[in-house]
């Protein structure tokens, strides 16, 4: 078994205290009062492989901005490519 593999399977395991403990390190912040241990592992699996593969690209994160900003303002978007 792979290293992150490991890490990643071990995360099941962990007690939503440890989990909620790695939201506040990875995002400075504190988690919502009611997120489901369901949600803290799958932050916490998107965390670690964004540290082992990398994250989004730049033309990615703006794509995703631009559609969050339309939201926004119109209250929907189209995820047709521009």
Do not use: C, V
């Not at 962990?14 to 403990?21: D, G, I, V």
């Amino acid at each position: 078994m792979t290293d992150i593999t490991k890490e990643l399977a071990e995360l099941a395991d962990l007690a939503t205290s440890k989990l909620r403990e790695g939201w506040r390190r990875f995002n400075r912040a504190e988690p919502p009062a009611r997120i489901s241990q369901d949600l803290l592992i799958r932050a916490a699996a998107y965390q670690i492989q964004e540290r082992e593969f990398g994250g989004l690209s730049r033309a990615a994160k703006r794509r995703l901005h631009s559609l969050a900003q339309k939201m926004g303002s119109e209250g929907s978007a189209s995820f047709e490519s521009a």
